[in-house]
């Protein structure tokens, strides 16, 4: 693992975010479901890399969560640990429908809204924003 590669899928990951909100804005509201969804895939991925040195191979969120909640419990971060199981418990829905869209926005005949795509965005930043607090506190530091 290279803070190379960490840092290359955190900057995909912000840039599918950024990408959400524009299309948001302009009323793609499918797509902009489909690039919130892998904008956490990719921050969550990051994460995992820097944590457990390999990038899972899945798409769904609420299995990297589990995996960094693992890793942290590991390392005697229950603490850190906690953060993750919180977000999980408190944001089932909005996860759920994020990983819906990976494969909704893109495959079934599932329109989605601007409430929708509001709501994975919203579930991704908070997802970022964890996972950032995360890598402050274990690493002292945050390369942006």
Do not use: W
Request: proline share 1%; glycine share 6%; aromatic share 6%.
């Amino acid at each position: 693992m290279s803070i190379g590669q960490v840092s290359l899928l955190r900057e995909r990951a912000k840039t599918f975010l950024e990408e959400a909100e524009s299309l948001l804005a302009r009323g793609k509201y499918d797509i902009a479901c489909f690039n919130a969804e892998q904008a956490t895939q990719l921050y969550l991925k990051a994460l995992t890399l820097r944590l457990l040195g390999y990038i899972p191979r899945t798409h769904r969120a609420k299995e990297i969560l589990g995996m960094i909640s693992k890793a942290l419990k590991e390392m005697g971060r229950e603490d850190l640990e906690r953060r993750i199981e919180d977000l999980v418990e408190n944001a089932k829905r909005d996860l759920r429908e994020l990983e819906d869209a990976y494969v909704g926005s893109r495959y079934l005949l599932r329109m989605y809204d601007r409430e929708d795509a509001v709501r994975c965005i919203e579930v991704a930043k908070r997802i970022f924003e964890i996972c950032r607090g995360i890598e402050d506190e274990i690493s002292g530091r945050f390369n942006r």
